[in-house]
């Protein structure tokens, strides 16, 4: 057993080493050998040239380069990645078909471009025929075959050859071409598949998901944050499903042809400006490094400034000035860069410093997932490797395990926000029960200093020049003088009411409080004493257990009581006033109702009222409501306490 497991490992080793150095080695084919429903990879046999995107395309112009040794073989096994190289691309291949059937092949370019064609030249034939153009402007479900990919059909009778040349021209600066041939069958049961074959549907849920997420987290909070997570989660979206030609099978005709007007690699730009944005947020750079916050300012400002004139400069730039497209590409680049290393730069200062050393652990660890995804992506993009560890590609993980992490810290940032807002508003209601005490202090200091004004000062005044006007001498002159005894008789009985509502007023400015057990006493007593001139008539109708009702309670509503019956007796006019007083299980409901004139235009009103604003604030100093009603006569108003 152990003999054959040794014989195991060194035939595997073999094996292995034979294929590291078959890659190495590169022998390539003459003839690809095609069948069904999979022949051999394309990298065995296809051959690669480039020339200048301002000559006019000429299959016939290739072949000769191919006969003068100019073409070369491509990478072993990988995808044919030239980086930024602005050149037209031509391969040329000879296929046969293995199949004792005829076929129906497709030759397809899996990623963006801005026109392709493929020729063919069969047995006996002295020149290329094109046997289709494309352009990855249209979207799949306009193109000739239509697909997210560019796909090229051809035909091969059983055990025919024939040499296909495929012409590609690509203006984004990224030269990185997955290409591939099967057979239309198996093309399509692929396509069917791929979505859940690269996990495209489960990555494409998240991301959504999570966008969904913290939208409602924004209407929750107002954090603008979320909605820059929002935007950076929308961009790196759009930028994977341009990868993998998704957007040209989801998205009209329109939105796909804009988007691409903006650029795959600008949308990435984009994403790293509003990635800028939730790190200055989440990081407090504004406060604690306003330096790094007004550069990270700048230099997403310059991210979006630069694709705004990308995509207007595009169009013209492909048809009359190549070079500029090329300093446009080489820029982006550059800018990419730069908002990648402020990343960095940011998160080695946060973590040097022990104002922000706890968060930029945190945040370090979200960055860290989504830029090793992208190094390894922009690696790609930039030809310097074709390293591709999982499908569908590692920026598309990144992504997913960023969002992950991501989504914790602003859980834990929307818990910490909701905890400080709780904080804020019961400091706030602290505060304005503070203000409302001190209001309701100053209004009955204020009514007290006019009672005992009214009491002390006019009341003594009123009842001397009463009893004076009584006196003999006074009484022998208008006896005197039978003209002015009448007079003199008014004017006495003027003089008694005025003194008895001097009195009056000043009870009802300064009532006498009730002590603990004596409301229904207290507002009785009240009700009798307004009743004794005889010129309104104040009924109370109340509960026989209002003596229950806590010591605050019983104040707020004499005091509200109080008030309301003043309002009737000095502004309404009114002839009856129904003082009523219910206790419920949970609240004292308070109506005092007049038949007085109501609220007349140019006098106060319910919400200008200066009384009223006392009454409100007494109830809401309680937790409790003051509802007013203007009926077709008189004034009713209704005040809920908690008891």
Not at 129 to 138: D, E, F, H, P, Y
Not at 431 to 459: C, T
Request: positive net charge; charged residues 15%.
């Amino acid at each position: 057993m152990r003999f054959r497991l040794l014989v195991l490992l060194l035939l595997g080793w073999r094996a292995n080493a034979a294929a590291q150095t078959a890659d190495k080695l590169h022998v390539v084919r003459d003839t690809l050998l095609l069948k069904d429903p999979k022949g051999p990879h394309i990298s065995e046999a296809y051959l690669y040239y480039t020339e200048p995107i301002t000559l006019p395309p000429d299959p016939e112009r290739a072949e000769a380069a191919w006969r003068a040794g100019r073409f070369r073989p491509g990478p072993w096994h990988k995808p044919l990645n030239l980086g930024l190289l602005h050149e037209r691309v031509w391969m040329r291949l000879t296929v046969r078909n293995t199949d004792p059937e005829r076929l129906r092949f497709l030759w397809s370019i899996f990623n963006f471009t801005d026109s392709a064609a493929l020729y063919c030249r069969r047995p006996g034939d002295s020149t290329f025929a094109r046997l289709g153009a494309a352009s990855s402007w249209v979207p799949a479900a306009e193109r000739p075959f239509p697909a997210r990919s560019l796909s090229f059909p051809f035909t091969l009778a059983a055990g025919e050859t024939a040499v296909l040349l495929l012409r590609i021209d690509q203006h984004s600066g990224a030269l990185y071409l997955p290409t591939y041939i099967e057979t239309a069958e198996h093309f399509l049961a692929w396509e069917m598949g791929f979505p859940f074959e690269r996990y495209w549907v489960w990555l494409l849920g998240l991301y959504l998901g999570s966008a969904l997420f913290n939208l409602v987290l924004y209407v929750f909070l107002r954090d603008r944050i979320h909605l820059w997570y929002i935007v950076y989660v929308l961009c790196v979206s759009l930028f994977l499903m341009m990868e993998d030609g998704l957007d040209a099978m989801l998205f009209p005709a329109w939105f796909y042809r804009l988007e691409w007007l903006v650029g795959q690699f600008n949308f990435m730009l984009l994403a790293a400006a509003a990635g800028i944005r939730i790190m200055q947020l989440f990081l407090r750079l504004r406060a604690n490094w306003p330096r790094l916050h007004r550069a990270g300012n700048w230099l997403a400002g310059a991210a979006v400034g630069f694709v705004v004139v990308y995509a207007g400069l595009f169009p013209w730039a492909v048809r009359h000035n190549l070079a500029l497209l090329h300093a446009l590409n080489i820029t982006r680049e550059v800018l990419l860069l730069a908002v990648f290393g402020f990343g960095w730069v940011t998160l080695l200062s946060t973590l040097l410093s022990r104002r922000s050393q706890q968060l930029g652990a945190y945040y370090s660890l979200t960055y860290f997932f989504f830029f090793g995804g992208y190094v390894v992506f922009w690696l790609n993009h930039l030809g310097l490797s074709s390293f591709n560890p999982i499908y569908p590609n590692p920026l598309a993980w990144g992504l997913f395990l960023e969002l992950l992490v991501l989504s914790a810290l602003l859980t834990g940032r929307f818990r910490f926000t909701l905890r400080q807002n709780a904080l804020l508003r019961i400091q706030e209601l602290q505060q304005r029960n503070e203000v409302g005490s001190r209001l309701i202090a100053a209004q009955d200091a204020e009514r007290e200093h006019l009672a005992r004004e009214l009491h002390d000062a006019l009341g003594p005044n009123l009842a001397a020049l009463h009893m004076a006007w009584q006196s003999r001498a006074v009484r022998d002159a208008l006896a005197a003088a039978p003209a002015a005894a009448a007079i003199g008789h008014l004017t006495e009985e003027i003089l008694g009411q005025l003194y008895e509502q001097v009195r009056q007023l000043s009870h009802a400015l300064l009532p006498t409080e009730p002590g603990a057990g004596r409301l229904a006493a207290s507002i009785t007593t009240l009700c009798t004493t307004l009743n004794l001139p005889g010129t309104i008539q104040v009924v109370p109708n109340l509960d026989t257990d209002l003596d229950q009702l806590p010591p605050a309670v019983q104040s707020a509503a004499y005091r509200i009581v109080a008030e309301l019956v003043n309002n009737a007796v000095r502004h309404a006019q009114a002839h009856r006033v129904q003082v009523q007083l219910r206790r419920r299980l949970t609240v004292l409901e308070i109506c005092v109702e007049d038949d007085g004139r109501g609220f007349a235009k140019g006098e106060d009103t319910p919400a200008t009222g200066i009384g009223l604003r006392g009454v409100q604030t007494r109830a809401a100093y309680l937790g409790g409501s003051v509802r007013i009603e203007v009926p077709a006569q008189g004034t009713r108003v209704l005040v809920q306490l908690p008891c």
